[in-house]
């Protein structure tokens, strides 16, 4: 079947799943399959379960009309959310639903949230649920936006070269971001320069099709990876279109905008000076959009972090930095350096595990070590990972779980608690 006529299947039907213990009547199942799984096996359950179609890329041994059989589901998934994303262009003028594309090594999904929170107020705004930012969930983004979208929002994550480059070639992206390049996925993309290679290839797209940058105007680096993009708006702390500083960061952060908006100050409820450039990004776009500065601040001060991000937890007279949704040399440097300079002396920090290093992974654990030896801590905990390899004089545990134990003999009070880590090693738990 060719891609047009699955897209009047999907217009019938527009309601796609992947995973068959999640399916709804009506929805169109696509078997994707990889080492671990694969949706073949499904089709016919899906079928039973109420699927309009199953679209296979094997042979099921199930006769039924409503099995859809394709070279690769994968690839007809994203070229089916191409052929939909077409649709938002209007063909005799080229004028077309803005689709704003966000990438970086730290900081994608919370900017991501932040703009949003900024656009939804005055458009009708579709964005990446949650952090379904790779070759399955771009795609399915991609579909779930419909025929009244004013904006769209999709965050690409990647972890090696090529990768946001093919990212492109089906959303399309009329707008975009890098947040940063800091040391993340080294074990794919090599070496930093492999880095911004690969994040600069949301921009190389934006270069050739005459897209819109929004760029981060204090790091040298975007500077230079953003020449040559047709249109730029910058953000920063000076010298550009919108510009800020953190006015407070003792409890939850305040931003003072200082030109390129009547704003004022943005009370947001997360924590961390690192957060300040998501800000700006947030305010820069909303403004590019005409939103108006009380929309602005408004949607800045009302937004609440969830899922481990950024968040300030109070439990008794003790706070908790929570942010462990991810974690790297950048991000983890940025979180530590924060937590040191908030108000506060009995402060503890409980540390996971970084991945995706490579043969990186000892030194740069090492690093983080000797960095948190530069302050006074009532405590440091470190979980699982590379941490076990390294030299340091801290409590070490494999694991979440050795964590919490510790963590529930305890008996703050009036303590300030960082915990952070990557996903994998599921720091929330130490606090369950």
């Known amino acids: 079947m060719q891609i047009p006529e699955l897209y009047k299947l999907f217009l019938k039907n527009p309601s796609i799943q992947t995973d068959s213990r999640k399916l709804k009547k009506g929805d169109l199942f696509f078997a994707l399959k990889g080492p671990n799984f694969n949706g073949n096996l499904f089709a016919k359950k899906a079928l039973e379960d109420g699927a309009a179609h199953a679209i296979v890329d094997e042979e099921t041994g199930y006769a039924d009309e409503r099995i859809i059989k394709v070279n690769d589901v994968l690839n007809t998934l994203q070229e089916l959310a191409k052929h939909h994303r077409q649709q938002f262009i209007q063909p005799a003028t080229g004028k077309q639903v803005p689709f704003i594309a966000i990438t970086g090594s730290n900081g994608k999904t919370t900017s991501k949230e932040l703009v949003h929170a900024v656009l939804s107020s005055t458009y009708k705004t579709y964005t990446t649920e949650g952090n379904l930012n790779n070759h399955i969930g771009i795609p399915l983004t991609i579909l779930k936006v419909r025929a009244d979208a004013e904006i769209a929002i999709v965050e690409m994550g990647a972890n090696h070269q090529k990768e946001i480059e093919e990212y492109c070639r089906y959303t399309m992206p009329t707008h975009g ?118 929309k602005v601040r408004s949607a800045l001060e009302n937004y609440i972090p969830s899922n481990s991000r950024s968040q300030l937890i109070e439990r008794g007279n003790n706070k908790i930095i929570l942010d462990a949704y991810n974690a790297n040399p950048s991000s983890m440097k940025a979180a530590i350096e924060n937590f040191a300079k908030m108000d506060g002396n009995d402060k503890v920090l409980i540390l996971g595990g970084m991945m995706e290093l490579g043969h990186e992974s000892i030194m740069e654990h090492q690093a983080l070590i000797d960095l948190v030896k530069q302050y006074p801590w009532k405590n440091v905990v470190l979980v699982g990972g590379d941490f076990n390899k390294t030299d340091h004089p801290y409590l070490n545990f494999e694991n979440s779980a050795q964590a919490k134990e510790w963590y529930q003999q305890q008996d703050f009070e009036h303590t300030n608690i960082l915990v952070k880590g990557s996903r994998s090693t599921q720091m929330e738990k130490v606090l369950e």
């Open 177 to 294: 971001v890098i947040t940063n390049c800091g040391k993340a996925h080294l074990e794919g993309f090599g070496s930093i320069e492999g880095i911004r290679k690969g994040k600069g290839e949301l921009f190389d797209y934006l270069r050739a099709n005459g897209g819109t940058a929004f760029v981060m105007w204090d790091y040298e680096y975007l500077q230079e990876m953003s020449a040559g993009i047709a249109k730029l708006v910058t953000y920063g702390t000076h010298s550009a279109d919108i510009t800020g500083q953190v006015t407070s960061s003792k409890g939850y952060l305040e931003v003072g905008i200082t030109g390129g908006a009547e704003i004022g100050t943005i009370k947001t409820r997360m924590v961390g000076e690192y957060n300040l450039p998501n800000v700006l990004l947030a305010v820069a776009i909303g403004k590019y959009f005409n939103v108006t500065n009380e």
